[in-house]
């Protein structure tokens, strides 16, 4: 499977689901990247913490990361909407 960049304006090439894009102004794809970054380190981080306990990932950290996709998902939707 090809991957692309998420904030290229090809990711509108073969989405089945969403049957148009608009382009995103340089701005907002700076946004979009820092939005996905900074839940990346967020999810990376939960991951340590589950590291270094006994047992690993508990529920409480599992729906952390949970949470946090979801709110990148909202906050990526905000900006391409």
Known sequence: MEKMDSTSDERTANNVMRHEYRVLSENEKVDMKAIKDAGLEMIRHIDTIASHRPGGMTRELSLA???????????????TA
């Open 65 to 79: 990361k949970t949470k946090t996709e979801e709110a990148v998902m909202w906050a990526v939707k905000h900006i």
